[in-house]
């Protein structure tokens, strides 16, 4: 029983989406809801049926299976679905049942890569197709989409049902678009792909510091990018090279407790040579062509975080400076402003730390408690302590108690 529970919430992270994919894909976006009805019941099925006779030789084909066959028993029992959505079996219900729901890799992969666009059509707002995607590709819960854009669930399943109103409305098809739908629609189909990685990366809407299968299927759903050549473009291997980059690091960033390990303390002898050599790869990749983007920045900051160079802070700190001139965020500038630290000492990071105000951040009174230490330990113990009530996960509140330890033993 107790692997069933286990491996259930697993199949559902990496198949739900796959098989929504493929199930729009034969019935039409229209009825986005009725594909998600299908997958969830197939689920729920496997929960009640695995409960009592145990897992299946194949599980993942078991899913599979059952989903495919309540596609067809939909398609017979709904003259709709036979008159609309498959104008080949009118008139034909004897041979419904022969009518064959691609399951195979390749259909699967054609799918997501056509959803990707599909759903970030320019009818609905950045924010909803970002928002929808994470739902549909990435089989994000309603509170872990609500976590990422840092607002309630109420809201989010609102923007998700307007957002699938819109594409309704709008007819739109799932396909690969022309080249220039693809320029209007790509920037928001990464921001998808990338705030998933950093979901997995550095989870706030659980207690896990490292969720490696959010962070491995972004980099999946990337790589579909690149294969295809109509996609394959210079940020799209900067992001995948940031990924790699990132991803090198895993081993070395969480403990033999499951605890996150800063990464001043991370034992290199950990870091994936061979996912370094990839991150270089796909950057070297990127540097064609004239355009750059943040991805192209972010990727040559995470490239010099894989070195043990003793120059390498102020080459970040010179890449945080470009980033933030590009595009200005929070989180980057509170990032340069370690990489401050590293070249120009604790006052000038304190100094221009304090500028950016990020009161309701946890991260930010991390960093300020940090740099205060033995400098001014009461001012420390002020920041983490805010830190500490601030923040959500088990895995940073563990890291913060530790910070206070070591200042107030």
Known sequence: MQKEKELIPQLYRTEFRKLVSVLCRVFGLQHIELAEDIVSETFLSAAEIWGLKGLPDNPTGWLYTVAKNRAKDQLRRDNLF???????????????????????????????????FAICHPTIPPEAQIGLSLRILCSFSIDEIASAFLTNKENINKRLFRAKQKLKEANIKIEVPPLPEINNRIDNVLTTLYLLFNEGYYSQSTNAGL???????????????????????????????????????????????????????????????????????????????????????????????????????????????????????????????YALYKVYGKETAIAEAEKLNLHNSHLYHTLLGNLYTEIDNPTALKHLNIALSLAKSKADKKAIRKQIAKINP
């Open 82 to 116: 036979q008159q609309k959505i498959t104008p080949e079996l009118q008139n034909r219900d004897s041979k419904v049942h022969e009518f064959d729901i691609d399951l195979s890799l390749k259909s699967i992969e054609d799918s997501q890569l056509q959803m990707m």
């Open 211 to 337: 969720r490696r299968d959010l962070c491995l299927e972004a980099m999946r759903l990337n790589y579909l990018l690149i294969e295809n050549e109509t996609t394959n473009k210079p940020f799209v291997n900067a992001l995948l090279a940031l990924m790699c980059f990132h991803a090198s690091r895993f081993d070395a960033r969480i403990d033999h407790n499951g605890e996150l390990v800063l990464y001043d303390d991370q034992d290199t002898r950990l870091w994936n040579r061979d996912l370094i050599d990839r991150g270089n790869y796909y950057l070297n990749k990127a540097s064609t062509g004239e355009d750059i983007s943040t991805y192209h920045f972010e990727a040559a900051i995470a490239y010099w975080h894989t070195t043990q160079s003793a120059d390498k802070w102020p080459h970040i700190l010179q890449l945080y400076n470009k980033l933030l001139q590009l595009r200005y965020s929070p989180v980057a500038a509170l990032n340069r402003t």
